[in-house]
């Protein structure tokens, strides 16, 4: 039996007959076609053998285990499935043509069958830039497996798509298909959503979309602890300005920098330079002798605990007595 089988999204798949020898013969064709290409577990289908022959004898062979209800029309025969719930739907149309010597035609169709199970894992909620992170993906069950695609976007743009490799096996059986993204975070990915994809190959030209997942990222770097700048005297009374350098730092909007002078904090207001390296602050000391300074950096309202800071002991003194201790 040589067999044309085409099958094509919401078109007719065709079986062209052969005689009992099995040479070709002009008789009669057989055509399946269906509501639907893919089905999700659960669903319904909807499915239609037709045939040209005048006096058929028609039957679909299903597995075992399927409710349905079949109905046959002169030369056709429609089967309703009101829920789905095997994986593997082979629909096989069998036509015995009493008006060409009883020639016995069949095609064959396989419905794909999908859930919507797609999960993305867990990664940290913060990313260092210039570090190297993973995305996992994990996508839906699909039978056939092999009509599976799973895709990584950035935005709009796919970064990364896997197909299964291996040849297609009883759901039961299947290993899911994992679309391992490797990130290296940058300050572009700050905010950038990222997109794990789950489609279906109904044919060379078309894909169904059956899940998609988003994760939107955020980035930061703090490299290097922070540096206060100050290092000569500083005479007491007299107004004085302390600079903390903080370099590299992102997002530079959220970080805070205080001054503490012997553990309490300095009130006053600290503004940063135009390249966010520098932090400045102005105080007026009180006291002569050896005041311990502190610059802390942390950031604020972000998903991340980190706090780091900088001490230097600092001489203030009196210019008139030229004392350089405290009182």
Same mark, same amino acid.
């Given at each position: 039996?040589?067999?044309?089988?085409?099958?094509?999204?919401?078109?007719?798949?065709?079986?062209?007959?052969?005689?009992?020898?099995?040479?070709?013969?002009?008789?009669?064709?057989?055509?399946?076609?269906?509501?639907?290409?893919?089905?999700?577990?659960?669903?319904?289908?909807?499915?239609?053998?037709?045939?040209?022959?005048?006096?058929?004898?028609?039957?679909? +062979? *299903?597995?075992?285990?399927? &409710?349905?209800?079949?109905?046959?029309?002169?030369? $056709?025969? #429609?089967? @309703?499935?009101?829920?789905?719930?095997?994986?593997?739907?082979?629909?096989?149309?069998?036509?015995?043509?009493?008006?060409?010597?009883?020639?016995?035609?069949?095609?064959?169709?396989?419905?794909?069958?999908?859930?919507?199970?797609?999960?993305?894992?867990?990664?940290?909620?913060?990313?260092?830039?210039?570090?190297?992170?993973?995305?996992?993906?994990?996508?839906?069950?699909?039978?056939?497996?092999?009509?599976?695609?799973?895709?990584?976007?950035?935005?709009?743009?796919?970064?990364?798509?896997?197909?299964?490799?291996?040849?297609?096996?009883?759901?039961?059986?299947?290993?899911?298909?994992?679309?391992?993204?490797?990130?290296?975070?940058?300050?572009?990915?700050?905010?950038?959503?990222?997109?794990?994809?789950? +489609? *279906?190959?109904?044919?060379? &030209?078309?894909?169904?979309?059956?899940?998609?997942? $988003?994760? #939107?990222? @955020?980035?930061?770097?703090?490299?290097?602890?922070?540096?206060?700048?100050?290092?000569?005297?500083?005479?007491?009374?007299?107004?004085?300005?302390?600079?903390?350098?903080?370099?590299?730092?992102?997002?530079?909007?959220?970080?805070?920098?205080?001054?503490?002078?012997?553990?309490?904090?300095?009130?006053?207001?600290?503004?940063?330079?135009?390249?966010?390296?520098?932090?400045?602050?102005?105080?007026?000391?009180?006291?002569?002798?050896?005041?311990?300074?502190?610059?802390?950096?942390?950031?604020?309202?972000?998903?991340?605990?980190?706090?780091?800071?900088?001490?230097?002991?600092?001489?203030?003194?009196?210019?008139?007595?030229?004392?350089?201790?405290?009182?």
């Amino acid at each position: 039996m040589v067999v044309n089988h085409l099958n094509k999204w919401n078109s007719d798949s065709i079986i062209v007959s052969t005689n009992n020898h099995g040479a070709k013969g002009n008789g009669p064709e057989v055509r399946i076609n269906t509501d639907t290409l893919a089905v999700e577990i659960g669903g319904s289908l909807n499915v239609t053998c037709r045939t040209t022959c005048l006096d058929p004898i028609m039957e679909m +062979e *299903l597995k075992p285990g399927l &409710i349905e209800y079949c109905n046959k029309v002169n030369n $056709s025969i #429609t089967c @309703q499935f009101p829920t789905v719930m095997r994986w593997d739907l082979p629909m096989v149309c069998s036509v015995t043509c009493k008006s060409e010597n009883n020639t016995q035609v069949e095609n064959k169709t396989v419905i794909i069958v999908y859930n919507r199970d797609l999960v993305i894992a867990p990664h940290p909620e913060v990313m260092e830039i210039n570090k190297t992170y993973q995305l996992h993906c994990t996508g839906p069950r699909v039978y056939p497996n092999n009509k599976l695609h799973l895709k990584w976007l950035r935005g709009n743009k796919v970064v990364k798509s896997v197909n299964p490799t291996e040849p297609a096996k009883f759901p039961d059986n299947l290993i899911p298909l994992v679309n391992i993204l490797n990130l290296n975070a940058s300050k572009a990915d700050d905010g950038q959503v990222y997109t794990c994809l789950a +489609e *279906l190959d109904l044919d060379t &030209i078309t894909t169904k979309e059956i899940k998609s997942s $988003s994760v #939107t990222l @955020q980035t930061y770097s703090f490299p290097k602890p922070p540096r206060i700048l100050n290092r000569k005297p500083i005479e007491v009374n007299e107004e004085a300005t302390l600079e903390c350098e903080v370099q590299n730092v992102y997002p530079a909007e959220n970080l805070i920098v205080t001054w503490f002078h012997n553990e309490e904090e300095l009130k006053s207001v600290t503004k940063t330079s135009a390249s966010h390296d520098i932090w400045a602050t102005t105080w007026t000391p009180q006291d002569t002798g050896l005041i311990k300074l502190t610059c802390r950096a942390d950031f604020e309202d972000y998903p991340l605990n980190l706090t780091r800071s900088h001490n230097i002991a600092i001489e203030v003194y009196d210019p008139v007595t030229g004392a350089a201790t405290g009182n």
